[in-house]
């Protein structure tokens, strides 16, 4: 089946420290992806959705300078945070869309958790 | 716009007994829908999908949901409960109109198998 990898699964850094997120698509061609920021307990927040070749489209109240999106290739997506501060501590998915195939699942990595102190 | 509702924030089952975990959706077009897992500190794993056709899906692992489009319900279900099947469960809906693809989600109900 189509896998996605998320690296690195875990970041612990200093405050003001900026993070860098890696989602692949590993075994098929990925138009488009979305990262989403779950906090404890909670669902799935889309933060933003990821086109390759454009500028990534944020949900309402994410701060765009803040949380980078690169979308270079059809199977690599990154997000970076930038400066982070302790309350962007979170767990952050990907997921990636097989592209051509609407109605077919997302494809979701295994999550990055960051703890910022 | 799109959304869903999971009204149990939590479902506890005796090992052995049918499951059930309540999904309903509202979208202004026809919805595709799907079920996810997720274990403690990973991403969500792909359950089964309705698309069209059957109302009745078949997924991974023994699970199945029911699509009712008159109650606007998409139940997840399985005969028989097992204590690995603990976890957390989300329902999810795209419109079929949705040109982005973007996936809304409920808010997860996490599911407790006694044995």
């Known amino acids: 089946g189509a896998v996605v990898s998320q690296h690195p699964s875990r970041v612990i850094c200093k405050s003001g420290t900026s993070v860098k997120i890696e989602c692949r698509s590993l075994?098929?061609?990925?138009?488009?992806m979305f990262w989403y920021r779950q906090f404890p307990k909670q669902s799935l927040m889309l933060m933003a959705t990821?086109?390759?070749?454009?500028?990534?489209?944020?949900e309402q109240g994410v701060e765009k300078d803040k949380f980078l999106i690169n979308h270079a290739s059809l199977t690599l997506s990154t997000l970076t945070v930038t400066s982070a501060h302790p309350e962007d501590s979170s767990f952050y998915i990907c997921?990636?869309?097989?592209?051509?195939?609407?109605?077919?699942?997302?494809?979701f990595g295994d999550g990055t958790r960051l703890s910022i102190l | 716009a799109q959304s869903v509702a999971q009204p149990e924030d939590q479902v506890n089952v005796a090992e052995g007994n049918p499951l059930t975990v309540k999904c309903t959706y509202s979208?202004?077009?026809?919805?595709?829908l799907f079920w996810y897992v997720q274990y403690p500190n990973r991403g969500l794993q792909f359950l089964l999908k309705?698309?069209?056709?059957?109302?009745l899906v078949k997924g991974s692992y023994g699970f199945e949901a029911e699509f009712n489009k008159s109650q606007t319900s998409f139940h997840l279900k399985k005969p028989s409960a097992l204590v690995s099947d603990s976890a957390l469960y989300f329902c999810?809906?795209?419109?079929?109109?949705?040109?982005?693809?973007?996936?809304?989600f409920g808010g997860g109900t996490r599911l407790m198998v006694n044995p």
């Open positions: 990821s086109n390759e070749g454009s500028k990534a489209t944020y």
């Open positions: 999810a809906v795209r419109d079929r109109n949705n040109a982005g693809n973007m996936l809304t």
């Open positions: 075994d098929f061609q990925a138009t488009t």
């Open positions: 997921s990636a869309q097989d592209r051509g195939y609407r109605n077919q699942p997302q494809h």
């Open positions: 979208v202004s077009g026809n919805p595709y």
């Open positions: 309705y698309i069209t056709g059957d109302n």
